[in-house]
Structures are given as structure tokens and as C-alpha cells.
């Protein structure tokens, strides 16, 4: 029977609860969420001496941060020809040099604070689902060592077998400085990290209004009402990615929310797990409608993406990405589904990361997929301009396209993934 919950929640540590403390009535710096963002931000806020107060309206990780696929990736959602399209050959080294400092910031973070999260610099595949993309990964190769002199190694068609058992694929790009993690562990960690620095982490506290105020004597510009009383801030950090919007009403038809799914197999035999990814890699495709997998560390596959949809059955999804697990990997056809979920990610028109400040607040979110480096990241960057410390923010004053007008959910998500599919079979 397929267990309807997160795998990385199963397999962590049961959490400490940061539930039922009193709230300070004044902090330095107010944190609102508490995924890789907002703990990444009080961490790096304690560690160099502010007062810090992160609030969490349901518990630490509880939306993508821990339901994610775990792939700390060293690269941007767009490639580096795509972004240097988009924003220009400077910023766009800007960008992605800024995507691999990301990655190395996970390692230093996990290393420093001693998180036990599994952890491995394993690399990441872009596997080409058609021959027209393995000629586009050839070229972004050359992009990527001209531009931002960094190396890949770009695998052929006949080669694929020594990366990826199976004869699915057109040609492989590696990016031997991305990583794995198990994402529950990884926030969790940073989270207590964060306290034992001096952060005061608080669970179940909902923001209900933030209200700007003329600086005061000793810098409060800010009060914030939530449902468990009232806290004066210097500074906020928005680090409520998906969710932004029911705050800060320029986000609100900017940014939106989408759906990821994801599967997990039983625990697989060495011998067989070894075979279908040999280097324990991370994997990714190159289809509009893309497949993300990699192995957990009890060596299940866990494979996310696909045509999944908010609002079908739970059956519908499961089918979806077990039918797309088995294109690629046939001899899975018999492995047992052990477990099933989905998580809330944010995501914009332009499927770009979008940091800065807003009204004198500064704020990090719009990952695309790429959170579990990008957040931790720029959560650091914006605590750095907090503390007046040197601030690389290459993502800072890029314009949020507007979306079209949907309540709670945003309805144009599923039509794009039709559309996606669409491309993908017939473009």
C-alpha cells in the first residue's frame, strides 16, 4: 500500500517542536517562514549578532523545503544560453556563477553546522529526451566554459549506459559540482543551527498584517500583527515564497503557487540500484514537461515531475509518474510504490528567481525547482544586507510579469502543463 506522505519526513528524525513560546515584543530582524530562505537568513542573523525572530505558520520545511527531490543543484532553471538571451551576457554570468557559489554555500553550511542530512557532492545528468536536445546540450557546453569557464562532461548516446542504465536517452550533459541532500534533514538542521546561535524560531505563528510605521528612536519600522499577539520589527525578511502574495499585495498576481509530486519506490538491491544510476548522480530531462529522480539514500527511487496535476485523484498522479519511471527504466515495473506526495512551490511568468526589497522589506522567493540552493543562498544575501555586509544578488530588480487574475488556485498552472505536454509530443 502506497503511504500517502513525504518520504524525507519518514526517513528524518522526529522535528523539534518550536510551538507555544511566548513572542518578544520587539525584534531586529523579523523572519516570516521558515523554509530554506528564512532559516538560511536567521542562521547567517544570529551567527554575527542580531536579535532575530523567524515565525513559521505551520511547521520548519513544511511546504517544498522538505517535499522536494532533494537535487542541490550547481546551475539556473534556464540554461546559460537561454538566461544570457533573456538578460544579457553579463548578468547572466552574474546569474549562474551565483547559482554554483549556491551549491558550494549548502556544503559550507552542512559542513560548519554539522548537519546530518546525507549530504554528497554527487553531480547532477541533464539527459536529452530528444536528438535536437543533445545538439542544444553540445552547444550549451560551449556556452558554459566560454562564458563562466565552467566544465561539464557531455556524454554521447553510445555512451549513456556507463551514467544511466537505460537506452532512453539521446546524450547526457554532467555537472559534476551539483549535489544531493535529504531536504527535511537539511532545513531542520539550519533551523536549530539558527537557535543555537541565538534565534528565536517560533512555529504556528500566522502573520496577519504587516504595518509600515515612521522610523522610532531606536529604528522599529515595523508592526506586525499576527493570530499569536503583536512584534515591533527594524527589519522583515519575506520568506514565505509561494504564499507572498496573501501578504504583499504586489506579489499577489506575480507570484503563484504550483504543484510538484513525487514517488518513491521500495528500498532497491545494490546491484540493481548501481545499474540504473551509476554514480548516484541526480537526473533531470530536457522535455518541456521534464522528469526529475535520483535514488534516496535507502536506494529508492524517488521520481517527480510529469503530468501531475492539482485537483485529480491521487491515482491519477501515481500512474502518471510511475508510467514515466518506467519509459525510462522498465525493469522498475515490478518495484513497489512505498511512498507518494506532493509539495507548494512558487513560481512566476517569466520562471525566474525574483529577490530584493519591496516597501523596505526584503524578500527572496520564485525558485523554479532549484530552491534547495537558491534559497539557502539568497537567505544568506539578504541577511548579509541586513548586517551591512557585501550583498551578491544577481537576481535583484528583474521585473515580475503579471499572471492572470485565480483565487486560491492558480488555474492557468494546469494549462500550461497541457500545453508543455503538447510541445513535448508534437514540437
Known amino acids: ?13 522526529k522535528p523539534r517542536s518550536y510551538r507555544d ?47 522536494n527531490g532533494g537535487q542541490a543543484l550547481s546551475c539556473l532553471h534556464h540554461t546559460l544560453t537561454e538566461t544570457i538571451h533573456l538578460h544579457g551576457k553579463e548578468l547572466a554570468r552574474e546569474m549562474f556563477l551565483a547559482a554554483v557559489e549556491a551549491a558550494n554555500t549548502v556544503e559550507r553550511i552542512v559542513t560548519e553546522e554539522g548537519i546530518e542530512c546525507d549530504f554528497i557532492r554527487c553531480g547532477s545528468i541533464e539527459a536529452a529526451a530528444k536528438p535536437a536536445h543533445f545538439e542544444r546540450l553540445k552547444r550549451e557546453q560551449e556556452v558554459l566554459k566560454e562564458t563562466a ?9 553510445e555512451k549513456v549506459r556507463e551514467e544511466l542504465g537505460t537506452d532512453a536517452y539521446h546524450g547526457l550533459l554532467v555537472n559534476p559540482r551539483s549535489g544531493s541532500v535529504q531536504p527535511a534533514k537539511f532545513v531542520r538542521g539550519m533551523a536549530e543551527a539558527a537557535e543555537r546561535a541565538g534565534a528565536g524560531i517560533h512555529e504556528g505563528v500566522r502573520v496577519k498584517n504587516i504595518e509600515r510605521r515612521g522610523s522610532q528612536m531606536d529604528g522599529t519600522r515595523f508592526k506586525v500583527q499576527t493570530e499569536a499577539g503583536v ?17 504583499i499585495p504586489q506579489f499577489k498576481m506575480r507570484v503563484f503557487p504550483a504543484e510538484s509530486y513525487i514517488i518513491a519506490t521500495e528500498p532497491l538491491n545494490d546491484e540493481l540500484a548501481e545499474g540504473l544510476i551509476r554514480s548516484n548522480r541526480v537526473v533531470y530531462d530536457t522535455r518541456s514537461l521534464l522528469a526529475y529522480y535520483r535514488l534516496s539514500p535507502e536506494r529508492r527511487m524517488t521520481w517527480g515531475g510529469e503530468l501531475t496535476m492539482k485537483g485529480v485523484s491521487p491515482g491519477w498522479n501515481i500512474g502518471a509518474l510511475r508510467n514515466g519511471m518506467m519509459r525510462v527504466f522498465p525493469e522498475l515495473a515490478s518495484a513497489r510504490l512505498d511512498y ?31 530552491g534547495v540552493t537558491l534559497a539557502t543562498y539568497l537567505g544568506r544575501q539578504m541577511a548579509n544586507g541586513i548586517l551591512g555586509k557585501p550583498v551578491d544578488n544577481p537576481f535583484d530588480n528583474l521585473k515580475i ?21 503538447f510541445l513535448d509530443l508534437f514540437g
Open 149 to 157: 569557464g565552467f566544465d561539464t562532461l557531455l556524454v554521447g548516446k
Open 340 to 370: 507518494y506526495w506532493g509539495g507548494t512551490l512558487a513560481l512566476t511568468l517569466d520562471e525566474n528567481t525574483h529577490a530584493g526589497m519591496v516597501d523596505g522589506m526584503w524578500y527572496s522567493m520564485a525558485y523554479v525547482g532549484h
Open 231 to 247: 512584534i515591533e520589527a527594524k527589519e522583515i525578511i519575506l520568506a514565505t515564497n509561494a504564499w507572498t502574495g496573501n501578504l
Open 21 to 67: 513560546k511566548s513572542l518578544p515584543a520587539k525584534t531586529d530582524v523579523l523572519v516570516i517562514g521558515g523554509g530554506f530562505t528564512g532559516t538560511s537568513a536567521a542562521l547567517q542573523l544570529a551567527k554575527h549578532g542580531a536579535k532575530v525572530t523567524l515565525f513559521e505558520a505551520q511547521s520548519i520545511g513544511y511546504e517544498a523545503s522538505s517535499r
Open 1 to 13: 500500500m502506497t503511504q500517502h506522505t513525504c518520504l524525507w519526513w519518514e526517513s528524518a528524525p
Open 401 to 421: 510579469p503579471l499572471v492572470p487574475p485565480y483565487r486560491e488556485s492558480a488555474w492557468f498552472v494546469t494549462i500550461g502543463k497541457l500545453w508543455n505536454r
